[in-house]
């Protein structure tokens, strides 16, 4: 998996603070302590570090969430008390000191994107990337005082790195428990996704991955699935709390962040009228705004409400009968993407020719979901999803269901599995090629998380594909990783790529140019014929 930066506790810094409470281990239970109000503790680093070593779960990421949102001024006192510490606090010590440091590089980048301090805002754009979770908490800060266009921007890149985290989230959910996991054993049970450094920044009452959380639990494969809804349901807990403390902060932090934090507030909807309120102030401003004459604010809009999905799809209908003639087109438009679950980059590939699917023979509807799969990869998951649950024929369930399969969706293989079919697909070859394929296309739009993830499964059935891993290399090196991009350069040569030439003008390489190890790399070419 590629090199992480570790972000802790940054979700509390991106919701109204409120009291922090530690719990302390007594014979009568845990009793607790609390801690001052304000956004910046102000009690003693000891007994915040006191509490990293404790075995309660939520007192120790209580303890670092607030050292985290101390910042700089933490860092001299847990130096000093690193070196006394025992093995697996002075672990949780070098997790925050590391957030500390992330967080502050993240609000200097963010604020030189938003100021326009980079020629080109993709530049601004790979740095956060580079940062990567600490840069979540600070970008979503500034949402709520940015224009239409840097709201837009700001939110497709929230996304873009949102869904990084949850693939990461779904591989450490697997992997060994973390140094000091309260004498749990090593392997998958010992560790709780609330404690893993992928899921710190993913945290919290308003936390900004609510809608990436909810994608992982429901597209996600079986560990991604279970670490998302176990921090969701971390999240309903949290806001919960923040609710009961302050329910107007909660409710303007959520409205504030839209649908990035709908979900949460979506599982709350029925318990509390605050949930009910902001949601559907959410749902009538995103309506309205479809007939803004601006067209970012337009856009805005119609991303969230397709990433509320049912919530606002009676919204939406209702608009498509409405005076405005604007507000009538975007919200019919709308309207066909929530029935089928089109997202805004599938629905120029496969929009229009869902015209009349409804009224199509099975032999039609089969083969079109065969186009689906080739034309969206990935992206056609939940449109195919869609079929598979609500289309009569069981024939087009059952093309359904493969082309989910082929996709990497648990869905697919599950409803084969439960009708007794054995899966019969392409050849590997067949299926590396379609990878292959899709990685191109998410590579040409610069979708570089679903390019690694195309790549990297080749690479799972084919471990010595060359061109895998070239493209790997080329992925690597447009998203800012130059050291991961040299590692499968090296390897692709290696394994049997020797176009050189390619190589020397490969555009997707030039970031690496100057690099000691790609000028060694050109040194192994071998000899034309007939040189001398």
């Known amino acids: 998996m590629r090199a992480r930066h570790l972000a802790l506790g940054l979700a509390l810094a991106w919701t109204s603070p409120g009291p922090l409470v530690l719990a302390q281990g007594s014979p009568d239970g845990p009793a607790p302590i609390p801690a001052p109000a304000g956004a910046r503790p102000d009690g003693p680093v000891e007994r915040l570090v006191d509490a990293l070593s ?10 670092e969430s607030a050292l985290v949102r101390m910042g700089p001024e933490a860092v001299p006192a847990l130096r ?4 006394g510490a025992e093995e ?23 604020r030189a994107l938003v100021e326009g301090a980079y020629p ?17 908490g600070p970008l979503a800060e500034t949402l709520a005082g940015a224009t239409p266009g840097q709201a837009l921007r700001i939110e497709e890149l929230l996304d873009e790195m949102l869904e990084a985290e949850v693939l990461a989230l779904g591989t450490a959910s697997g992997s060994s428990a973390r140094p000091g996991g309260d004498g749990a054993p090593d392997g998958p049970a010992g560790a709780d996704p609330r404690d893993l450094p992928e899921a710190a920044a993913l945290r919290g009452p308003a936390s900004p991955a609510g809608h990436a959380l909810a994608q ?10 279970a670490a998302c809804e176990a921090l969701l349901a971390a999240c309903a807990e949290d806001a919960r709390s923040a609710i009961a403390a302050d329910p107007g902060a909660w409710s303007r932090r959520v409205q504030g962040l839209g649908y990035l934090a709908a979900p949460v507030a979506l599982r709350l909807e029925e318990e ?3 949930a009910h309120e902001a949601l559907e102030r959410i749902v009538a401003g995103a309506v309205e705004a479809l007939a803004h004459p601006e067209d970012t604010v337009r856009r805005r809009a119609e991303r969230t409400l397709y990433r509320l999905g049912p919530r606002a799809r009676a919204a939406v209908e209702a608009a498509t009968t409405g005076d405005d003639p604007t507000r009538r087109h975007a919200a019919a438009r709308l309207s066909h993407c929530l029935r089928w679950r089109i997202s805004e980059r599938l629905y120029p590939r ?5 015209e009349g699917y409804d009224g199509q023979g099975w032999q039609d509807r089969r083969s079109f979901l065969a186009e689906v799969e080739r034309l969206g990869g990935r992206e056609a998951i939940p449109f195919l999803r869609t079929a598979l649950e609500d289309d009569p024929s069981e024939a ?17 293989f599950r409803f084969l599995e439960a009708a007794g079919i054995v899966p019969r697909f392409q050849t590997p070859a067949d299926l590396v090629a379609i990878r292959m394929d899709q990685g191109i296309q998410y590579l040409k739009r610069e979708d570089y998380v679903r390019a690694e993830a195309e790549f990297l499964a080749i690479l799972e059935v084919d471990p010595e594909n060359s061109l895998a891993e070239y493209n790997l290399a080329c992925t690597y090196s447009l998203a800012g990783r130059a050291e991961e991009a040299l590692d499968y350069l090296e390897r692709s040569v290696d394994h049997g790529f020797d176009d050189f030439d390619h190589i020397r003008a490969d555009e997707d390489l030039a970031p690496l140019r100057g690099h000691p190890r790609f000028r060694r790399l050109l040194e192994r070419e071998p000899p034309r014929e007939g040189a001398r």
């Open 80 to 83: 000093e008390l690193r070196g």
């Open 54 to 63: 404790r075995n309660d779960l939520d007192s120790r990421l209580a303890a």
């Open 120 to 136: 080109r805002p993709q530049e601004a754009a790979r740095r956060l990337r580079q940062i990567g979770a600490g840069a979540l």
């Open 396 to 412: 087009v369930k059952v093309q359904a269901a493969y082309s989910l399969a082929r996709l990497g969706d648990r869905s697919g």
């Open 350 to 354: 496969i929009g229009q020719l869902l």
């Open 88 to 110: 697996s606090v002075r672990y949780r010590i070098d997790r925050v000191l590391t957030a500390i440091q992330t967080a502050e590089e993240a609000r200097l980048e963010v």
């Open 272 to 274: 509390a009228a605050v």
């Open 216 to 225: 992982g639990a429901r597209y996600g494969d079986e560990p991604t699935a």
